[in-house]
C-alpha cells in the first residue's frame, strides 16, 4: 500500500510517514496542495491522508485534484481545526465522500482504516 500523507506542519506529516513505514506501508509527505499534486504523479499513492486547513490549496481541494486524476485512490482527511466542517460539507454535495479523523490521529485508528481499504 502506497500512502501519500499531507500536513503543512512537517512534523507531524513526517512522524505518520515513519509510522506507516514501521507498519509495513510504502509512505511520503508533502508539505503542501502543490507538491501533493506533483507527488501524486510520481507515487501514485493507494491512499492519501491529508490535513483540511492548509495556507495556499487546502487539502480538501488538493483531494479533489487528487481523486479526480486517481478515482481509486482512498482519501483519509484530518484535522484539528473547527473550521473543516463547512469545507467537508461543501466537498460532499460535489460527491467526495472522504472520512474526517480528528487531529492528533492515534497510529491504531490510522492503521485499522488503512487496513479496511484492503477489505474493501
Known sequence: MRVLVIDDE???????????????REATAAYNGSSALESAELFRPNVVISDVIMPGMN?????????????????????????????????????FNWELLAKPIEPEELLSKLDSFNKA
Not at 512537517?10 to 509495513?24: H, N, S, W
Not at 484535522?79 to 460535489?94: F, H, N, P, V, Y
Request: net charge positive; hydrophobic share 40%; with cysteine.
Open 59 to 95: 487539502g480538501i481541494e488538493t483531494c479533489k485534484k487528487i481523486q479526480t486524476k486517481f478515482p481509486k485512490c482512498h482519501i483519509l482527511l484530518f484535522s484539528g481545526q473547527a473550521a473543516t466542517s463547512d469545507l467537508i460539507r461543501e466537498a460532499r454535495k460535489e460527491g
Open 10 to 24: 512537517k512534523f507531524v506529516a513526517d512522524t505518520l510517514v515513519l509510522i506507516l513505514k514501521q507498519f509495513g
